[in-house]
């Protein structure tokens, strides 16, 4: 079983900076694919990025693309995206998710097997 907690949400201000962390407890970290999603009211749960086992390949989606930065310390089990830029439509609840694979980028929540519980992210205009 893997538990996931993610820290690092609040309230910033458009242009403004935030760093979200995902701690994860087990023994295998660096085995597994990691992810950020979030979640606007209303709205699916959709990919912000991903990251390989072995942090030698991420993906973002087109939308965050050139603010946000995905890393993994797999010393630490500890995923991080650090958001720059931030803008109003950032505004979700950000969440963490894992999958053990050391295979290819999985983008789809339904790929992802173990979740921390969110942090909210509002970014205020």
């Known amino acids: 079983q893997v538990q996931l907690v993610e820290s690092g949400g609040g309230l910033v201000q458009a242009g403004g900076s935030l760093r979200l962390s995902c701690a994860a407890s087990?023994?295998?970290?660096?085995?597994?694919?990691m992810g950020w999603f979030r979640q606007a009211p209303g709205r699916e749960r959709d990919i912000v990025s991903a990251i390989n086992w072995s942090g030698g390949s991420t993906y973002y989606a087109d939308s965050v693309k050139g603010r946000f930065t995905i890393s993994r310390d797999n010393s630490k089990k500890t995923v991080y995206l650090q958001m720059n830029s931030l803008q109003p439509e950032d505004t979700a609840v950000y969440y963490c998710?894992?999958?053990?694979?050391?295979?290819?980028?999985?983008?789809?929540?339904?790929?992802?097997?173990?979740w921390g519980q969110g942090t909210q992210v509002t970014v205020s205009s």
């Open positions: 087990g023994r295998t970290f660096s085995s597994y694919i």
């Open positions: 998710a894992a999958r053990p694979d050391r295979g290819n980028m999985r983008t789809l929540a339904e790929d992802y097997d173990y």
